[in-house]
């Protein structure tokens, strides 16, 4: 087998910066990193000297086009590709070029993208920005070599009308904001940047079996299908031996990734059947935010050339898990301390527990916003029903920290922190292991796992650009105020631990240890006043409170109009989204399943009459036939009842009246649609049902 060096092909296709400093003139260098690290803005002549030594190497590595990368806001990322050739001279000869105005800005049709009101169709003008913090690289694909440049996105008028320039902002604003926290503790930070790593899960389906599902051509996921035999009841899945096509697929993908400079890590079998994970190492929060879109599109593309669809829906298969990106979190400090370290006795870490505090703090009092920041139409299906993990955003801390802010409560100061003990294991062949001073909770959609949060509820198919700007700026402001308190105090310990406490008393509701799955636990949290915002419109009537209105526009991340575009964009893009899963339910009922069971009706009719002429008892034939005609019946009047909300649906006003209606109309409407349908593909001959079946897509890959 060919063997594969890691260290040799890693960031092979990146435009790194050892290769820059091996590349550009030394006065160069400088220039950009001054530029990248002040934010100042790159003067042409510097630009175009980049750009001609970054042309070069993307050349030599066979590269033919450029494209800026940006995010707008359909959570996927987009670009326009150039070719480096220029104009022919007086001989028609060629030749490539690609100057710093090229690298630094992009005139993409600002018009063509959600823009929430922000763009009409006639101000088409949007600029693409390149943002130095996140390197240049390569793809190699069915189109050749192209030369990537991750930009963000602003209309005309300067609105940013993206993910990451909000993005960006917030990460300003935490640095600064952890900055003067920590240095009010005695130490000398100059800049904090929050470390992301995301896990990501994905479904992986024959091709060939995809193709002949409309539902997940259209839509991504199945909008029919009947339970197979088997589920994942067995828990055979999870962790288990990969498959050989899939482990095929998992090494071509590790190669790319590892290639373009992403540090592919863990990949596992979940616990869906036919549902797999992969995670990176944590990077800096705008460059995970990219490479996460990098892996999302590596694993579709590596997918098709092993034969396979990878599915990256929340709920592609109802009945067994859906899938999520788990989004960890933490903050480090310019000289390497992560703030989310509690060290091995945390009651004596009094930073540690500020922070802590002061981040139970921010998302209890934006829990609402915190969900929001994860809803996507597919993440419906996840949160709200009965899945990993709830709506409700709560925070699991583990027992030793709880029992430290417990001891805050109770008596405003904490003197002891509970130890993690020893794993006895019983047989003198193993060794006994020192355990975790806590265990984990895998139904907490906030988890504390060591020296980081775990935020579980991002939709596997989102960017998860929005947790990481919302979780920046709640937690930047909950350190400032903090800050304010301590450079006013005349005892600084003592003001600490009040302020500890105080966020203890305060907060303390948002903590909870137990099974995040259970109906008390949603009995219990409404007693305790935490918000339950079961689907997408629920929650994204939070981004018109006056608090986050406030709170983004305080912050500078985003400004009450970008904000509100974001609002009108979630909305129109549910609605689009509801209205393309009810036409295609429409489509695959009227034109594929109706006809097949109209023919299925058809052959056991005939069958009935012919055992009965025959002279024979035809009563279990007769028996499936009126079985089969009224489920029939059920399902064209199903299909009536959605053709006809289905178009009220578009008569709706836009924004949340018509985004409530698909989703207390339309979509019950697909159910009933849906139900059955499920029904007939139990009883009907598997040879007349016109697509593959859930135990053919899941079990069959
Ligand atoms: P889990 O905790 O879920 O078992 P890992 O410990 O392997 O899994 O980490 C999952 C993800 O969290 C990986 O992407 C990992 O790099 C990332 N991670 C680990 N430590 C940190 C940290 N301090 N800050 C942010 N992300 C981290
Ligand atoms: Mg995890």
New binding site residues.
Partial sequence: MEKVNIPEIFAEDVFTDAVMQQRLPKSVYKQFKKSTEEGVELDLATADVIANEIREWAIAKGATHFAHLFQPLTGITAEKQDSFITAPKADGSVLTAFSGKELIKGEPDGSSFPSGGLRATFEARGYTVWDTTSPVFVRHDAAGTTLLIPTAFYSYNGEALDQKAPLLRSMQVISDASVRLVNLFGKNAKSVVP?????QEYFLVDEQKFLQRKDLIYTGRTLFGAAAPKGQELDDHYFGTIRQRVAGFMKDVNEELWKVGVTS??QHNEVAPAQHEI????ANANVAVDQNQVVMQTLKRVACAHGMKALLHEKPFAGVNGSGK?N???LVTDYGE?L?EPGSTPHENKQFLLVLASIIKAVDKYAGLLRESAADPGNDHRLGANEAPPAIISIFLGSQLEDIIDQYVAKGSANTSIEGGVLTTGSTALKDISKDATDRNRTSPFAF?G??F?FRMVGSRDSIASPNIVLNTIVAEAFDEASERLEKAADFDKEVDSLIAEYAKAHKRVIFNGDGYSDEWVAEAERRGLPNLKSIVDATEVLASEDVINLFDKYGVLTPAELKAREEVKYENYGKVINIEALTMIDMATKQIIPAVIKYTKALADTVVAVKSAGADASVQAEILSEVSELLKEAKTALAALKTVTAQATEKEEGVVQARFYNEVVFVAMDALRAPVDKLEMIVDKEAWPMPSYGDLMFEV
């Fill in positions: 470390s992301v790593g995301p896990e890590k863990t995670a990176p190492i944590y788990h960890n979190w933490s992560n989310l796992t020296n980081k775990e």
